[in-house]
């Protein structure tokens, strides 16, 4: 044992060890004493006391002085957001509605040369469908592939099909007529502003009319033309 230790040893009855080191508090408390090896560093506590406290002042002062945003700049923020929402959204909705229509408008198509290949195909003269407008012309077209399987269920796009024929007699050839309709009509969540039909002579109909399907297949046919 070093000699510094031996004289703290004798002369101090109360020590705190810490490894290779003592620390020993010795009146008056404002000092603090320690031995390490066979040196001994004494320390003024108070001083240690007003150093921390500086540096809290210092690590307060600092932090008053971060600079962020006002109330009034965020709020600056929320309304420039606002104003560009309220412009894009409507103009996003409406190019949507645009593309729907311009979809079903090539489905229409689709399926009509689909009509025209089925019934020097498979139909025998006849056209695929029921004599009532349904969905069954479409599952019929789609099950030898003549339209993909998505248009076969009777909706895409944001617009529902359905299908008509009339078979041939005597002295009328086989007939068939499509007709489509926005899945929804209203609001801002509408998917078309418009309905379509084409029927056998191929010419593409439309009117703004959405409170339901073509009636038949005459009022196909007396649809005014959608003009290109």
């Not at 007003?50 to 929320?78: A, H, P, T």
């Not at 076969?152 to 309709?181: D, E, M, N």
Request: with cysteine; glycine share 8%; charged share 15%.
């Amino acid at each position: 044992m070093s000699a510094a230790r031996k004289w703290l040893l004798s002369r101090y009855s109360s020590f705190t060890p810490a490894r290779n080191s003592f620390e020993i508090n010795i009146k008056p408390r404002s000092e603090l004493l320690q031995v390490t090896g066979t040196h001994i560093v004494i320390r003024y506590v108070a001083w240690e006391r007003y150093i921390r406290f500086s540096n809290l002042g210092d690590c307060e002062f600092k932090m008053k002085n971060q600079k962020g945003f006002s109330l009034i700049e965020l709020l600056i923020v929320v309304v420039i957001i606002g104003i560009i929402a309220a412009i894009a959204i409507p103009n996003l909705l409406a190019a949507r509605r645009s593309a729907n229509e311009g979809s079903a408008i090539s489905a229409m198509r689709t399926l009509h040369g689909a009509q025209m290949t089925y019934a020097s195909t498979y139909g025998n003269g006849n056209y695929a469908g029921a004599t009532a407008f349904s969905n069954t012309a479409l599952s019929e077209l789609a099950t030898p592939g003549l339209v993909d399987s998505v248009l076969g269920t009777g909706i895409k796009s944001g617009y529902t099909f359905v299908g008509i024929r009339a078979a041939s007699s005597s002295t009328v050839p086989a007939q068939f007529g499509f007709s489509t309709l926005p899945t929804t009509t209203t609001g801002v969540t509408a998917t078309g502003a418009r309905r379509f039909g084409i029927a056998t002579d191929g010419v593409m109909k439309a009117d703004t009319t959405l409170t339901g399907q073509y009636a038949d297949l005459a009022a196909v046919t007396a649809a005014t033309a959608l003009a290109n």
